[in-house]
């Protein structure tokens, strides 16, 4: 995930960033871990369109609120290609350009494998045991829904 923080000052009430995104709701922004709605800032692009934009806000954050300005691409299609038609090479590395940024989104949510199968496997030892030792019962007839309470 590309991401850039700041500290907050309390007069400064706009933020840099370098990243590329593709359409707005590409952009998130987060302070103190919360995150914010898209009303709640203005994004403006770069001065060169290329790459990166300003976040700003109307009023600056307080001092010490931290800003995380990072990067989600909102994976859809921007470029239909017709069969009969010809693939315009501009169209095709926006495509490819497109495809290889949401990548490096996906590669920045890190998961490690090993870590997670070893969690999954002690819990499911403590389901065992809980089961069999008869502190957890799974199979309990509460009846049906169908069936009328007894009063």
């Known amino acids: 995930m590309l991401k850039i923080s700041y500290i907050a000052d309390g007069f400064?009430?706009?933020f840099a960033f370098d990243f590329e995104f593709?359409?707005?709701r590409d952009v998130r922004v987060a302070v103190n871990d919360s995150m914010l709605s898209a009303a709640e800032y203005n994004l403006a692009?770069?001065?060169?369109?290329?790459?990166?934009?300003v976040i700003s806000f109307a009023n600056p954050?307080?001092?010490?609120?931290?800003?995380?300005i990072f990067r989600?691409?909102?994976l859809e299609r921007f470029i239909s290609y017709q069969p009969t038609a010809k693939i315009e090479p501009e169209a095709l590395n926006?495509?490819?350009?497109?495809?290889?940024e949401a990548f490096k989104?996906?590669?920045g949510v890190e998961i490690d494998l090993a870590e997670w199968k070893n969690?999954?496997?002690n819990v499911i030892r403590l389901l065992e045991s809980a089961l069999s030792s008869g502190i957890v019962k799974m199979n309990e007839d509460y009846g049906s829904i169908t069936e009328q309470a007894v009063a």
């Not at 692009?45 to 934009?53: F, I, M, P, S, V």
């Open 72 to 74: 989600r691409i909102y």
């Open 61 to 68: 954050p307080a001092e010490g609120n931290r800003i995380d």
């Open 119 to 121: 969690i999954h496997d």
């Open 12 to 14: 400064q009430n706009e």
């Open 94 to 100: 926006a495509d490819f350009r497109f495809l290889l």
């Open 22 to 24: 593709f359409q707005p």
């Open 105 to 107: 989104d996906l590669k």
């Open 45 to 53: 692009h770069a001065e060169d369109n290329t790459r990166g934009g």
